[in-house]
């Protein structure tokens, strides 16, 4: 049986038709792209679309189906898959040597592109979108929901582990009166932190997360355990410990995956998130045992899907101003990192949690959880 035939017939049990009238159909350009889906999987059904091979109106809706179906599981993996698992296994590809990689490659490329995609607070983080009317209103009230589950009060300090641009931090001191230390690897994110957050009692840091030193009312991370590393778990929870007051309160915001593994697929890992993984619920437990108690685990993982659709009308939006910088090919990457990650989240393939916790023995803090 010919490339495309398999490939037509396994798109047609998640209902996806090549040139078809739907919005979620796949319009092929080029007659390459049957083999090279079917030969390298992830990395050619993304490859392919950045060269043009074909196209797809509803692209968010076209990665649901397929993960709905199980396609990802149907395809075999070539002999590069399988050696980049393996490294993922031997290797500590998180380790601090390589900290900065996911800084330099993602989040330093230009805050023109993050400043036109994002909300005016600049998260990059998934919004609560519950009782929220737009972008701005869900970012504020995640930033708020935070601020509840860690029973905020003038004064308290916090250690904010991955920083972004400073919005937590800035969101708490002003609204709530706290003192905030955020370390990031990111230079181009504490750059404009520091002058989003000046006069504030807010200290930013260009500091890998295992560096910090020093005891806080609340340690946080907001999108940081992404890029930690399966190996590193662990070593992040004896810093949330080391760090953490006795009566204090930890807390972490991060997207999750239904099984455990050591690695995301090639194509996020070359383009979008160098060395970046998502950890399961056990590999989150099993780091933390012996140290926290779990007081709340809350999901709100479609919460991401209408977040990434939202940054990604923004960017379409404003793409005739940024496209002279980022050029066409990247227009293309972006689109496809945006809207197939928005078809993961509508599938119920990743989730988003929220983890509160406390170091064993203290009494159960009073907190608002949702």
Not at 260 to 276: A, V
Not at 308 to 326: E, H, R, T, V
Request: hydrophobic share 35%.
């Amino acid at each position: 049986m010919k490339a495309k035939e398999i490939l037509t017939e396994l798109l047609s049990g998640a209902g996806i038709s090549i040139n078809g009238e739907m919005p979620w159909d796949i319009r092929v350009h080029d007659n390459r792209f049957y083999r090279r889906v079917l030969t390298e999987a992830e990395m050619g059904l993304g490859e392919s679309y950045m060269d043009g091979w074909w196209d797809c109106e509803a692209l968010d809706e076209m990665i649901n189906r397929i993960f709905k179906a199980k396609l990802d599981t149907k395809v075999a993996r070539n002999w590069k898959t399988w050696l980049y698992v393996v490294n993922t296994k031997l290797f500590n590809r998180q380790k601090s040597s390589r900290a900065s990689r996911v800084g330099e490659q993602h989040y330093d490329l230009g805050n023109d592109l993050y400043r036109a995609m994002l909300d005016t607070r600049l998260n990059y983080t998934c919004a609560y979108w519950k009782n929220a009317a737009n972008l701005d209103e869900a970012q504020e009230s995640k930033l708020d929901l935070i601020c509840k589950k860690i029973n905020l009060k003038p004064e308290m300090t916090v250690l904010e582990l991955g920083c972004g641009w400073g919005s937590f931090a800035k969101y708490a001191a002003e609204k709530y009166g706290a003192n905030i230390v955020a370390v990031n690897i990111s230079r181009e994110q504490v750059k404009l932190a520091r002058e989003l957050c000046r006069g504030l009692p807010v200290d930013i840091r260009l500091q890998d997360y295992r560096e910090v030193e020093g005891k806080y009312d609340a340690v946080i991370s907001i999108g940081i355990l992404e890029h930690v590393g399966y190996k590193n778990y662990r070593t992040y929870m004896k810093v949330v410990d080391r760090c953490l007051k006795d009566d204090g309160i930890a807390f972490i915001h991060t997207i999750g995956s239904n099984i455990s593994t050591t690695f995301i697929n090639r194509w996020s890992d070359k383009y979008i998130f160098p060395n970046g993984m998502l950890p399961s619920i056990s590999q989150m437990a099993k780091a933390m045992e012996g140290l926290f108690v779990i007081e709340d685990w809350h999901n709100f993982g479609p919460d991401y899907d209408k977040t990434l659709m939202a940054w990604y009308q923004n960017f379409d939006s404003a793409w005739p101003q940024l496209k002279d910088k980022y050029g066409d090919r990247f227009y293309r990457m972006w689109r496809f990192y945006l809207l197939s990650s928005a078809g993961g989240f509508r599938s119920r393939s990743q989730q988003l949690w929220q983890t509160v916790m406390t170091k064993t023995g203290r009494e159960q803090p009073d907190c608002r959880f949702s």
